[in-house]
């Protein structure tokens, strides 16, 4: 027989256990005989619980670009195939200004307003990817 001594909200419990069997004790508290049926031992998992990190979303910037210029982007990842302009070149609105090979396509790139070109950031064989500054046109 085991006897315990317990304090819960400051009242105090003399406990004593009788007989302990499977999971049913019999058990004397402050002198009143109790029956008890035990439940299982809650274990804790050994492995820690995988939490995946979420980064916070990033605003993507704004693009710095100067009044009046126009910026010509890869629609999409490829390899530049040909450049139809050079920087100083003089073209008007819906000229094709490069080809851009896609998924086995050529893709033409058409210039979207009149204007000179002030930079070609492109040359023939370059891979690009969606997004990337291929033209600026002035």
Known sequence: MKHYTFTISGN?????????????????????????KLGREIQTPKTP???R????KVKDPEPLTTPGLSLIKAPLPGTIIAVYVQPGTTIKRDAPVLVLEAMKMEN???AE???????V???TGDTVMQGDVLIEIE
């Open 12 to 36: 105090t419990y003399n406990v004593d256990i009788k007989s302990l069997e499977e999971n049913l004790a019999e058990i004397e508290v402050n002198g009143t005989l109790y029956e008890v």
């Open 121 to 123: 950031k492109v040359t």
């Open 53 to 56: 990190y979420t980064p916070p």
């Open 108 to 110: 033409n790139i058409y």
């Open 113 to 119: 307003k009149d204007g000179t070109v002030k930079t």
């Open 49 to 51: 619980k995988l939490v």
